[in-house]
T-cell receptor, first 115, second 116 residues
Framework: SQQGEEDPQALSIQEGENATMNCSYKTSINNLQWYRQNSGRGLVHLILIRSNEREKHSGRLRVTLDTSKKSSSLLITASRAADTASYFCATVGQGGGTSYGKLTFGQGTILTVHP | AAGVIQSPRHLIKEKRETATLKCYPI?????VYWYQQGPGQDPQFLIS???????DKGSIPDRFSAQQFSDYHSELNMSSLELGDSALYFCASSSRTSGSFTDTQYFGPGTRLTVL
């Protein structure tokens, strides 16, 4: 991956448990976003955290960002079978003019939630 | 709410043929991005357009070209197709706010291209 590593590559849990996925990146960023992808389907935007933010919540999602370690984590609480999907982090680099905004993705974590 | 539309959803081509993928962004979105996702891979940025001008270019082969039209829809043209071009091709759109490209990108459902 151009961006870095996601950890773990696969995660299997029971419904009701929490799932934590980690992401590391290599360059300075403007923001970091998390996406979900059901098998072979489109990418659904979950949450965006800017480089000057440390933590953000959205429903059952909690994202943290540590720019000194170039890492982020996504926590899904009280997981459901419907949360089964691949989860990707993606970064937008710092830059100027008209030539930034592209997303650089991590390798993704495959989450399986068993009923 | 309107989403990003991509067509076709599935496309099967032979080696050395040409393919054209279309993307219709969310209304009033002025920026379009194209990404390629190979089997089991993470999406890779190909190219982007802002206000009908190319704004950034990633690892896009010379055999591929793209443009954004006056109605903001975009087309990705792929020539001399190779087996390795088989992938999911995503289009995403966003709206530039306050001079920034840093806001959320909304993805279409993708076009699955199979090259035989």
């Amino acid at each position: 991956s151009q961006q870095g590593e996601e950890d773990p590559q696969a995660l299997s849990i029971q419904e009701g448990e929490n799932a934590t996925m980690n992401c590391s990146y290599k360059t300075s960023i403007n923001n970091l976003q998390w996406y979900r992808q059901n098998s072979g389907r489109g990418l659904v935007h979950l949450i965006l955290i800017r480089s000057n933010e440390r933590e953000k919540h959205s429903g059952r999602l909690r994202v943290t960002l540590d720019t000194s370690k170039k890492s982020s984590s996504l926590l899904i609480t009280a997981s459901r079978a419907a949360d089964t999907a691949s989860y990707f982090c993606a970064t937008v680099g710092q830059g100027g003019g008209t030539s930034y905004g592209k997303l650089t993705f991590g390798q993704g974590t495959i989450l399986t939630v068993h009923p | 709410a309107a989403g990003v539309i991509q067509s076709p959803r599935h496309l099967i081509k032979e080696k050395r043929e040409t393919a054209t993928l279309k993307c219709y962004p969310i209304p009033r979105h002025d920026t379009v991005y194209w990404y390629q996702q190979g089997p089991g891979q993470d999406p890779q940025f190909l190219i982007s357009f802002y206000e009908k001008m190319q704004s950034d270019k990633g690892s896009i082969p010379d055999r591929f070209s793209a443009q954004q039209f006056s109605d903001y829809h975009s087309e990705l043209n792929m020539s001399s197709l190779e087996l390795g071009d088989s992938a999911l091709y995503f289009c995403a759109s966003s709206s530039r706010t306050s001079g920034s490209f840093t806001d959320t990108q909304y993805f279409g459902p993708g076009t699955r291209l199979t090259v035989l």
